[in-house]
């Protein structure tokens, strides 16, 4: 029987899907980048894979296994590509999704337009049925109405999925899960979703919403994750097929199916993963996570190694930076901001005749004009080129080469003959915006948090991440800059280091000083439990379970919440007064005050569960080789064109110091440092740049 023992990590980007494939008992760390296949996903994952197994010498029966990260439940919400989805909720709250918040998410807007609804009104039905705010029942479910509803939406308005929200359903599910077997019996292959089994929170709208998109997307979640598995399986591969989180643990495929609204965010969080596994691995505890793909750029916070996270999110925003345009939903999920910059961001001419980058893409199809593949619109990709940043010889380590000339003529064409400028301005031009659009949004996010980049240090990443990193460090005024071996493809290997995890909560407001602390310890023990259950299908990990508590708490009255840690129980009486000094410390952090003598009460109750993470190196061992290549001219903000000193970065050594300007190129990704940086290779590989500000 042939032993298992390698695992590969996955990352599907908006134009690169990038992997990484790791055999510990052999040794063996290879790296790998495709170009997505937006029209099939798993095209790319198949191909990719066959590759790896072709370098590595190795066969699909040796994978112990895959883990990967979609974009997919994020895409079809925003491209609104889902099913028809029946909505079943209480008589009287039908048109919860209708109402919303009643707020407008553009005050200054009188023409603003609504927010669409995942499930139009003619499909939203209201059935008899009610359970006080403590979860005893008032009125006993009409079945016959339900029955008669559901059939009316299955065989008249032929929804594929139907999702159930019942008022007051988190504190007591015996309506949804009475309802959930009425269903069952009528239409047994219905997708359905319960609120109370994926969102099991309080606030009616964002539990109908989350419920409402989980049901939108599962039929298609369904479909694609059948389909990899198949054809996974068709060459050779048997082993276990997980998925990334949002929150940033795994999970299994099964569950994946039943709860796909909590991988919306899947494959953005493996970077996080990535990020704040290094920063363990080098002893960074303050860090800023710097993610630039060729679509999107995103930065997160590490503090004392764990990447932030929230437990809720805005999915399909009308308006990407304007909160309350999108879809509320309640789910944990690393938090990060993200912003349209990246590799394939187009450069163009505005109404009023201003250079602007972005939100534009041109992903992987056409892809930038340097690809050759069809793009005609200068990008930012085609910007690096122009400037020195990018070798047009070694781009995906030679496998493609960039067409330079065509580059210098579309941005003649599109933006220097327009704006009168010659053709360094205008790509210097696309640097500097993309540069000063993703250094604003790094402030304003470090801003909310109260929190200084000058006391941070960076680890940049991804295709385009270090080839902006120096640019966007100085304008943050970053003093240490960390780039690891194998950027351009760190979040691929996120999959292969984050911790099996999952993460689970529980609706039950009450003052502290009133709480009824056995019914929260069963509400732990019911989470615990199946917590278990859930990791004990994760074949990525092995070993004790690790749990932690939580509680989503606030000052009487506010409207608002802060995550508190808490002991892990069994809880009591006795621990009131540590659970208000857990509380005050957590809100001081945040708002640097507290309210003395005011009551205390918890909303939410929550858990998170993990397994040990794996240890990988990405370190190497030195090829035989000329470290330092042919040099060449590169654009650097504040000293212009300067004669740059080029280097293999798989020849540097442990202990190598390199003055900048440089420039280090590998297979992903290249990164480049002006004249006011220093460069150290440490012992797992990473460059560590000190970059020096004038006093």
């Not at 999915?315 to 912003?339: Q, W």
């Not at 194998?486 to 529980?506: C, E, K, M, N, T």
Request: hydrophobic share 40%; with cysteine.
């Amino acid at each position: 029987m042939t032993e298992k023992t390698a695992r590969i990590g996955v990352d599907i980007g908006g134009t690169f899907t990038d992997f990484v494939f790791h055999d510990e008992a052999r040794g063996i760390t290879r790296t790998g980048k495709r170009l997505t296949t937006p029209d099939d996903p798993g095209r790319a994952i198949v191909e990719g894979v066959k590759r790896l197994l072709e370098e590595t010498n190795s066969q699909a029966a040796q994978i112990h296994s895959i883990v990967h990260g979609t974009t997919l439940i994020t895409n079809t919400v925003l491209e609104r590509t889902g099913a028809r989805v029946g909505l079943i909720a209480t008589k009287g709250f039908a048109d919860t999704l209708e109402m919303g918040h009643e707020t407008r998410y553009d005050v200054d807007d009188l023409f603003q337009p609504a927010v669409p609804v995942i499930v139009p009104r003619n499909l939203r039905r209201g059935v008899a049925g009610r359970l006080y705010a403590d979860g005893r029942e008032r009125e006993p479910l009409d079945v016959s109405g339900l029955e008669r509803e559901v059939r009316s939406l299955v065989e008249d308005e032929k929804i594929e999925a139907l999702a159930i929200a019942f008022m007051n359903s988190y504190r007591n599910p015996m309506h949804e899960l009475q309802a959930r077997e009425v269903v069952k019996d009528l239409y047994p292959d219905l997708h359905l979703t319960l609120s109370s089994a994926v969102a099991p929170e309080i606030r009616e709208y964002e539990r109908t919403n989350t419920a409402c998109v989980n049901a939108y997307v599962q039929p298609r979640v369904h479909g694609y994750l059948d389909k990899l598995v198949d054809e996974l399986a068709d060459l050779g591969f048997d082993g276990d097929l997980s998925i990334m989180l949002s929150s940033g643990g795994l999970t299994t495929i099964e569950d994946a199916k039943a709860f796909p609204v909590r991988l919306i965010e899947s494959g953005p969080a493996a970077g996080a993963m990535a990020a704040a596994y290094i920063a363990r691995q080098i002893g960074e505890d303050h860090l800023i996570s710097f993610d630039m793909g060729g679509t999107t750029a995103k930065m997160c916070l590490i503090e004392e190694g764990e990447p932030h996270v929230k437990h809720d999110f805005e999915a399909g925003r009308l308006e990407r930076f304007k909160k309350g345009s999108g879809l509320p939903l309640k789910v944990t999920v690393v938090d990060m901001i993200e912003i349209s910059g990246g590799g394939g961001s187009i450069a163009s001419i505005d109404r009023l005749g201003l250079m602007k980058v972005g939100p534009r893409s041109a992903s992987s199809v056409p892809g930038p004009v340097a690809y050759g593949r069809g793009g005609t619109e200068p990008t930012v990709t085609d910007a690096d080129l122009m400037l020195g940043y990018l070798n047009p010889q070694f781009f995906l380590g030679g496998e493609m080469e960039l067409a330079l000339g065509a580059v210098q003529e579309a941005i003649t064409t599109k933006l220097s003959t327009p704006l009168k400028i010659d053709d360094e301005a205008s790509a210097r031009g696309i640097q500097e915006i993309v540069n000063e659009s993703m250094a604003a949004a790094t402030r304003m996010h470090m801003a909310e948090k109260g929190k200084d980049p000058r006391r941070y240090s960076m680890l940049a990443f991804g295709g385009a991440g270090p080839v902006h990193a120096y640019g966007l460090a100085k304008l943050l005024k970053v003093e240490k800059l960390i780039v690891p071996m194998g950027a351009g493809v760190i979040s691929a290997f996120g999959f292969l280091v984050a911790a099996p995890a999952v993460d689970d909560a529980r609706g039950y407001l009450a003052r502290i000083d009133r709480i009824d602390w056995q019914q929260v310890n069963d509400l732990f023990a019911d989470m615990e439990k199946q917590a278990r259950a859930q990791l004990a299908g994760v074949g990525a990990g092995t070993g004790e379970v690790t749990f932690g508590w939580q509680a989503d708490m606030r000052y009487f009255g506010q409207g608002f919440e802060v995550t508190v840690p808490l002991p892990t129980g069994p809880l009591g009486p006795e621990h009131v007064g540590q659970v208000r000094d857990a509380f005050e410390a957590t809100y001081r952090e945040m708002f640097d005050r507290v309210v003395k003598n005011h009551p205390i009460e918890a909303v939410n109750w929550r858990l998170t569960a993990s397994l040990p993470a794996q240890s990988i190196s990405l370190a190497h061992v030195p090829i035989d080789a000329p470290a330092e290549r042919p040099s060449r001219d590169v654009s650097f903000p504040g000293f212009g064109r300067v004669t740059t000193r080029v280097f293999d970065r798989y020849a540097l050594k442990s202990g190598d110091e390199i003055p900048g300007p440089a420039v280090f190129e590998e297979r992903e990704t290249s990164f480049a440092v002006g004249p006011d940086a220093t460069v150290h290779v440490d012992e797992h590989a990473n460059l560590i740049v000190a970059i020096k500000y004038a006093s």
